[in-house]
């Protein structure tokens, strides 16, 4: 859900300048190694894009959908 936030909804790249690990994990309610494992999942699934300035949300509906779902499991 935060990156779908910090991205509104996949329209706008995530500057991790602004936007650093430390700084998403904690607004996340985990640990930047956790954060990291994550992203890294996420990019493998085909669901964001990062270059070290930027992360790109390509798949929002997808992430959305997803983030429901981990919700819901809770």
Do not use: W, Y
């Not at 509104?8 to 990291?36: F, K």
């Amino acid at each position: 859900i935060l990156l779908l936030e910090l991205s509104e909804h996949g329209r706008h790249d995530i500057n991790r300048r602004e936007n650093t690990i430390q700084q998403m994990a904690a607004r996340a309610a985990t640990v930047p190694v956790v954060l990291s494992r994550t992203l890294g999942e996420l990019k493998d699934g085909g669901m964001i894009e990062c270059t070290r300035g930027t992360i790109r949300v390509v798949k929002p509906k997808a992430l959305a959908e997803m983030a429901l779902i981990k919700l819901e499991q809770i």
